[in-house]
T-cell receptor, first 116, second 115 residues
């Protein structure tokens, strides 16, 4: 019964490169959330997706960041032309989408992005 | 905008004692509030959810209270153990009654239980 799977665990990029972070939700879960955690700061909501739909991207920076959750395959958080300020831990969470268990989030172990 | 505050300083207690962590929020009335545990290098793990019409919730050695008048939740761990050492996060939903599970999180309180 695999949980939320994120990869890679660690990602190092040079300024200007692209970063792709992947997330496979728990089996049976159709809702995916991305959060970012900066040192000494709390988790910040970025985007909420369902299969093939972006439901709420109010926490996403307006430029360089995009997310998708295709019909088949994992959810992808894409950061173009990374800058040092993008260095952070990026967490993916999933929920089933209905019922009372939808009210809690199941998190992956995160991807630590380091921009040199 | 909504704001959540948790004890910014680490909480150090002796094994066997009760740990009490505080979560205060402003500018909002959530439908429910949640507590998560986060270990270094790991994602948060859900512990407890308490709804606005509930005063108290228990799960094994954990107890959560929710005072919507004071806009405060207290999280208690009784008979604490070194294995309880972690960062504890408070979170609340920001779309009251909405269809999403969009949560905002506090910065967390680091609990260290000394043997």
């Amino acid at each position: 019964n695999a949980g939320v799977m994120q990869n890679p665990r660690h990602l190092v990029r040079r300024r200007g490169q692209e970063a792709r972070l992947r997330c496979s939700p728990m089996k049976g879960h159709s809702h995916v959330y991305w959060y970012r955690q900066l040192p000494e700061e709390g988790l910040k909501f970025m985007v909420y997706l369902q299969k093939e739909n972006i439901i709420d991207e109010s926490g996403m920076p307006k430029e360089r960041f995009s997310a998708e959750f295709p019909k088949e395959g994992p959810s992808i958080l894409r950061i173009q032309q990374v800058v040092r300020g993008d260095s952070a831990a990026y967490f993916c969470a999933s929920s089933p989408g209905q019922g009372t268990t939808n009210e809690k989030l199941f998190f992956g172990s995160g991807t630590q992005l380091s921009v040199l | 905008s909504q704001k959540i505050e948790q004890n910014s300083e680490a909480l150090n207690i002796q094994e066997g004692k009760t740990a009490t962590l505080t979560c205060n929020y402003t500018n909002y009335s959530p439908a429910y509030l949640q507590w998560y545990r986060q270990d270094p290098g790991r994602g948060p793990v859900f512990l407890l959810l308490i709804r606005e019409n509930e005063k108290e919730k228990r799960k094994e050695r954990l107890k959560v209270t929710f005072d919507t008048t004071l806009k405060q939740s207290l999280f208690h761990i009784t008979a604490s153990q070194p294995a309880d050492s972690a960062t504890y996060l408070c979170a609340l939903d920001i779309e009251y009654g909405g269809a999403t599970n969009k949560l905002i999180f506090g910065t967390g309180t680091l609990l260290a239980v000394q043997p």
